[in-house]
């Protein structure tokens, strides 16, 4: 990704043709795609798009379903921490919002049942509206109180899910939302979701498509730049004219509407949703994806995502297996009493830590750093301390 | 009247431990303008360092005699220990990012959080584990009320050791030094001051108040568990806020009422036991959102 200055294209004349009109409107996303090298990216596309019938084998679809996902998530923390340098660490509690919205309005629970596709966009909106109403006050503070800030919010949220349960089942939470279906139009037969994972991959795909289409836009626009200044110095970004308030307050919206759209898709495809899938591992989850494979890197989160997925979907969860047969082929005596596959499974929360710290320390700019952050970074280390640093850097 | 002594007495008891903590945290934001989000952790740490030291010397067979000094012995050795746990934290994973910008070392104290709290969840494992309670279990009678004297002792000591703090500060040359490079720490190092010295000295002096904590939880709670420091921190740093952060007076002040807050939603209220966190968190928004000064706070947030 260059960050060179793109030249501002000469105004083109209006078009008088309806479609011309179109393409017009467009252009400007259009422009994007075309100018990334985006052969690869196609080629890969195609490849995502036929999978499910290369790859037959229902379960890996619901593998790959549940790990776009998260890379849902991570892009909408990413346009918080990557590129609006905000630390929010309860992006869980938008999850919960977005999740419990679809399910109260999409159940049994008040006998309300409105369609999967409209809470897929309202929730959305649901989960900014509160990112608004907890940022406005929030985004003038100093950003280590916003951190924090977060993080009781997201304790707030799945305590007053699961305590209000007259309305949310309480620690139960409601079991048997409705799933998603297309309806029959224009002699299109219709078609039910059910348990198939086949449907929700497509539609998993289909909404990151988009949304990296639009976050790519949205990173080389006015306000990507705007995001990107006031990382790197707020005050230089305000004396330049940037209503530094409202432009953060967009960034943490935005952030909440990818992780409310998640969580409505979440609920759907499970089926049911309880208050325990929102505590705070969820939120440090999809910031260790982010910041394993680049703040601030589209290319970089997704991987990151991946990586983190395949650890804790199947490293961690095979790892207890492995290394007890490799006990027992090894015979050592004195391993014979450790209980290795025990110690596996509880080594979550400490490489989780570690990669934190390591990637801070070692590579803070992540595997695949975006170009601007990565300067950003090293500079920041390699600087000697002459200014004041306490500004807000 | 029986019932409200109770209850303040609870407050004050539970609200001293949530002081220690936010004492460590009010410390280091004071100097380095870091929330230490591992402090929690540590505090867990210095209890369970207690824990096993407990059990090495055997102190629970120890005769009353020869109790009141082994107890000063325990708090000073886990002391000790917890706050060169701290300075090698901050040597390892603050220090080489001091000059980095601000993302960078509130992500690492989160991942040292996790750190610290992932090593006792693989040695300790998920349960509670059971605490002795060294005190004094007895109750002094106050006619129309009585009041443990476990509560009593661990409100006098946590007392003790925020006026040593706060004399330790106010009086002394490292004191001086900790409120100089607080204010400025630029200058205070052209002033001859060794800023890593003091930024050390500061993360020693939280951690081992944090172990104290940890101690006086474990006797006051009998049990504690690998993820005590998660709930504990954060209700300690929303005490730290209360008060004012930075403002050691404020952090005291604070953990006492957000301890009596506790105690009295839990005891008077129906809702109490279930909503008191959410209670707690929501101060802690509000506080930050309407007075972000605190009580006693002094410094202004910048932005």
């Known amino acids: 990704m260059t960050t060179k200055a793109q030249p501002p294209p000469p105004p083109r004349p209006r078009s008088r043709s309806p479609i011309g009109r179109l393409r017009q409107l467009g252009s400007g996303w259009l422009r994007t795609f075309m100018r990334a090298k985006r052969a690869p990216y196609i080629v890969l596309l195609i490849i995502l798009i036929l999978f499910p019938f290369i790859d037959t084998n229902q379960g890996h679809i619901d593998v790959a379903q549940d790990a776009g996902r998260w890379i849902l998530l991570a892009l909408g923390l990413n346009i918080v921490v990557g590129y609006a340098g905000l630390l929010d660490l309860g992006y869980a509690a938008f999850f919960a919002i977005g999740s419990y919205a679809y399910a109260m309005l999409a159940s049994g629970q008040f006998n309300l049942h409105v369609p999967f596709w409209i809470l897929l966009v309202a929730s959305a909106f649901v989960a900014a509206l509160f990112g608004v109403i907890l940022g406005a006050p929030t985004l003038r503070l100093r950003g280590d109180y916003l951190a924090i800030v977060t993080l009781g919010f997201g304790e707030i949220v799945p305590r007053v899910f699961r305590n209000s349960s007259k309305y949310t089942g309480g620690v139960n939470g409601i079991v048997g939302v409705d799933q998603p279906s297309l309806p029959h139009v224009l002699g299109f037969p219709g078609y039910k979701f059910l348990f198939n994972p086949v449907p929700y991959y497509y539609v998993i795909l289909t909404v990151l498509v988009v949304s990296i289409l639009l976050i790519v836009n949205l990173r080389n626009s006015r306000l990507g730049r705007a995001w990107m200044a006031i990382r790197e110095d707020e005050v230089a970004a305000a004396s330049t004219g940037i209503n530094t308030v409202t432009t953060k307050l967009l960034a943490f919206a935005m952030g909440a509407s990818f992780s409310g759209f998640a969580g409505t898709y979440y609920t759907a495809k499970l089926f049911l949703v309880t208050p325990e899938s929102f505590s705070f591992i969820v939120s440090v989850t999809v910031l260790i994806m982010i910041v394993l494979g680049g703040m601030g890197n589209i290319v970089g989160v997704i991987v990151g995502s991946l990586i983190i997925y395949f650890l804790i979907s199947y490293v961690l969860v095979q790892l207890p297996g492995w290394l007890t047969s490799l006990q027992a082929s090894v015979n050592l005596p004195f391993l014979n009493n450790v209980d290795l596959g025990a110690f596996a499974q509880n080594s979550k929360y400490l490489i989780f830590g570690i990669i934190l710290v390591a990637i801070m320390l070692l590579r803070p700019q992540g595997l695949i750093p975006s170009a601007q952050r990565k300067v950003e970074l090293e500079l920041g280390i390699q600087e000697e301390a002459v200014a004041d640093l306490r500004g807000s850097a | ?303």
């Open chain 2, 1 to 303: 009247m029986r019932f409200f002594v109770d209850t303040l007495s609870l407050g004050l008891t539970q609200g001293a431990v949530f002081a220690l903590i936010a004492l460590g945290y009010t410390l280091v934001y004071g100097i380095i303008e870091l929330i230490n989000f591992a402090h929690g952790d540590v505090f867990t740490i210095g209890a369970f360092i207690g824990l096993n030291l407990i059990a090495l010397f055997g102190m629970q067979t120890w005769s009353p005699a020869l109790l009141i000094p082994g107890l000063i012995l325990l708090f000073a050795i886990t002391m000790a220990l917890n706050g060169l746990l701290g300075v090698l934290i901050e040597r390892v994973a603050y220090r080489p990012l001091r000059n980095a910008p601000r993302l960078a070392p509130l992500i690492t104290a989160v991942g040292m959080s996790f750190v610290l709290e992932g090593v006792l969840f693989l040695i300790k494992g998920p349960n509670q584990i059971a605490y002795p309670n060294l005190f004094p279990g007895g109750s002094i009678s106050l006619g129309f009320a009585s009041v443990g004297e476990t509560n009593l002792i661990i409100i006098v000591l946590t007392a003790i050791l925020m006026i040593g703090l706060q004399q330790f500060i106010q009086r002394t040359n490292v004191g001086r030094a900790m409120r100089a490079t607080a204010q400025d720490r630029d200058a205070a190092r052209l002033m001859g001051i060794n800023i890593n010295r003091i930024i050390a000295i500061t993360f020693f002096i939280g951690s081992a108040l944090a172990a104290a904590g940890g101690i006086i939880y474990g006797f006051y709670n009998e049990s504690i568990s690998f993820d005590l420091g998660f709930r504990s921190g954060l209700i300690a740093f929303t005490a730290a806020v209360f008060g004012g952060i930075g403002n050691v007076v404020g952090a005291s002040l604070g953990g006492f009422i957000i301890g009596l807050i506790l105690a009295f939603a839990d005891s008077y209220t129906t809702w109490g036991l279930q909503w008191a966190d959410v209670v707690v968190f929501s101060i802690l928004i509000l506080v930050l959102v309407f007075r972000p000064t605190g009580l006693l706070g002094m410094r202004v947030p910048e932005k």
